[in-house]
């Protein structure tokens, strides 16, 4: 009797811990990704506002997924209280008075980042975003050691090196390449990645095989369609003052 119980509790932990791992297509990390205005609008012309001298939020994406729910429509009235800061920390560069770019992030990004209970309603999701964003205040930071737009290239060391050590976290730098043969690079996004608890982690961490899952094909095509690509280590960064 004693043993059966013993095994019967054993049983029973076996299977809560099993449902303790997280659902197969769950995501692991998340990316919350800024851009430089200026960047992006070289990429988006003449449709952009380039008059916005510092970083954005380009958006919270989950590692795995795109557009996990259809269904889910994107409803700016659940929001209304971010609106002021979503409009100046997370503006639509195209067109600043819609919420097109929150639409489409949400319908893309947001549906999947909600199956998690902490992002599972817009409200979470947009909120948890923009406490993210104030929070690493990644621009004030860049300020702050010095990597400010110049005229004078940058080592893409010297930018790492600030972010590396002020988070001490690895972040993903992306820039665009103006020609095949350019003796310069423009920097365009800096990704940095959190865990499923919002701690912060290395972007690369978990570069595995797990790589090729449809979400990172999904991010991968976006990076190539917006003209951003890993930052290459031997290649000068400009990064550009405002027009
Ligand atoms: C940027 O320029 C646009 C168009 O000229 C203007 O509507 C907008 O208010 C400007 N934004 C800022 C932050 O100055
Ligand atoms: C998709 O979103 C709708 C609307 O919020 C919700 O009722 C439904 O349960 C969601 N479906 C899944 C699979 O999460
Ligand atoms: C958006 O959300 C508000 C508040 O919950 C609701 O009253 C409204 O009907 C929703 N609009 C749409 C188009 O679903």
Request: charged share 20%.
């Amino acid at each position: 009797m004693k043993l059966c119980s013993a095994l019967l509790l054993c049983l029973a932990a076996a299977l809560s811990s099993a449902f303790v791992i997280s659902p197969p297509h769950m995501w692991t990390k998340l990316i919350l990704t800024h851009h430089w205005p200026n960047t992006f609008c070289r990429t988006e012309q003449p449709a952009c506002h380039p008059n916005i001298s510092y970083w954005t939020l380009h958006g919270l994406w989950p590692d795995k997924g795109i557009d996990c729910n259809s269904s889910w429509h994107f409803n700016s009235s659940l929001i209304e209280d971010l609106l002021p800061d979503m409009k100046k920390s997370w503006p639509d560069l195209l067109n600043p008075l819609s919420a097109s770019f929150w639409k489409y992030e949400w319908h893309k990004h947001g549906t999947c980042a909600a199956k998690a209970a902490s992002l599972n309603s817009q409200h979470k999701y947009f909120g948890k975003a923009l406490e993210l964003y104030h929070k690493l205040d990644l621009d004030s930071v860049l300020k702050k050691f010095d990597i400010i737009p110049s005229e004078t290239y940058y080592k893409l060391s010297q930018i790492e090196g600030v972010i590396e050590n002020f988070y001490s976290i690895k972040p993903k730098i992306q820039c665009v390449h103006p020609s095949k043969n350019a003796d310069f690079q423009i920097l365009g996004q800096i990704e940095i990645c959190f865990n499923p608890d919002f701690t912060l982690m290395d972007c690369e961490k978990y570069v595995t095989t797990e790589k090729i899952s449809k979400g990172d094909w999904g991010n991968l095509i976006a990076d190539k369609a917006s003209g951003f690509s890993v930052c290459d280590h031997d290649v000068p960064v400009y990064y550009p003052l405002l027009p």
